[in-house]
């Protein structure tokens, strides 16, 4: 309890922004992928920035997954390789940052690579802003769904119904 207390703010925040992300993922499915593109792009850079200089900041989410098969990963194996495996999924974030931003089939790897990224990070508890992470899941879906995958810049024109004299 003492954690949601010292994280509420940031938990908020994360659950806030998902809900809405969710809602803009029924209607403008290209204004999501922009805040998806936005999002991954920054988070690649900043967690390959911290890993390469303060590595061991991401030891905090053992504390905060309320799973002991995570916290045991974590404060182990983790622990050993923190700068390779967080400069790895830095590169996995980049690639559906830019995948998300571009049409068809890459669009549908990108997404399947951020649910998977957002259904792992969820047992991170508090830490990853559960449920917020399965909110956004829900909300890349619904792009594969709705979406009609063309470039994120690119779209569709209204028919003109003018009728000629």
Not at 34 to 39: A, P, Q, S, Y
Not at 41 to 56: C, E, G, M, V
Not at 139 to 150: M, Q, R, Y
Request: hydrophobic share 55%; charged share 15%; net charge positive.
């Amino acid at each position: 309890m003492e954690l949601l207390k010292e994280n509420l703010i940031p938990w908020s925040i994360s659950n806030g922004i998902a809900l809405v992300v969710l809602a803009t993922s029924f209607r403008w499915t290209k204004l999501t992928r922009l805040f998806f593109f936005i999002l991954f792009a920054w988070a690649s850079w900043l967690n390959y920035t911290t890993a390469h200089k303060t590595p061991d900041y991401y030891l905090i989410y053992a504390t905060l997954t309320p799973f002991e098969g995570y916290h045991n990963f974590i404060i182990h194996w983790f622990k050993s390789n923190i700068v390779t495996t967080v400069t790895l999924i830095s590169i996995g974030q980049g690639l559906i940052a830019f995948g998300i931003i571009l049409k068809g089939m890459v669009v549908k790897i990108a997404c399947a690579g951020a649910i998977l990224f957002f259904i792992a990070i969820a047992p991170l508890g508090i830490g990853s802003g559960f449920p917020a992470t399965l909110i956004a899941a829900a909300a890349t879906f619904l792009i594969v769904k709705k979406d009609n995958l063309d470039y994120l810049w690119h779209f569709k024109k209204q028919n003109s119904k003018h009728k000629e004299l």
